[in-house]
Nanobody
Framework: QVQLVESGGGSVQTGGSLRLSCAAS????????MGWFRQAPGKEREGVAT???????SYADFVKGRFTISKDSAKSTLSLQMNSLKPEDTAMYYC???????????????????WGQGTLVTVFA
């Protein structure tokens, strides 16, 4: 079991930046992949970024070059630096952990994933 708590959401103007953080606790000794997914009102969940145990990162095409995922394994924290934000980035953002990064990035159904309560990001024009 892994417990995840997100923070850092808020409202920002188009082109602005936000940094999301996630504190992990519980069985973090297991080599889970960690990442972020988001869900906008009325839309499906979509994977945003992942980072594996070797710090190899993967990003959804729609955030490449704008978002950066990182983690501090010693502190069991995960971060998502979001730059050049657009109104279409408005969503609830969730920190997630899973055995495989593809499960987070592609939101694979029917597999075990852990996620937090989410933090809201609003980007206004």
């Amino acid at each position: 079991q892994v417990q995840l708590v997100e923070s850092g959401g808020g409202s920002v103007q188009t082109g602005g930046s936000l940094r999301l953080s996630c504190a992990a606790s519980g069985d973090t000794s297991v080599g889970y992949c960690m990442g972020w997914f988001r869900q906008a009102p009325g839309k499906e969940r979509e994977g945003v970024a992942t980072i594996d145990r070797d710090h190899i990162t993967s990003y959804a095409d729609f955030v490449k070059g704008r978002f950066t995922i990182s983690k501090d394994s010693a502190k069991s924290t995960l971060s998502l630096q979001m730059n050049s934000l657009k109104p279409e980035d408005t969503a609830m953002y969730y920190c997630a952990a899973a055995a495989a990064c593809s499960w987070i990035l592609h939101q694979t159904p029917g597999v075990r994933k852990y996620w937090g309560q989410g933090t809201l990001v609003t980007v206004f024009a």
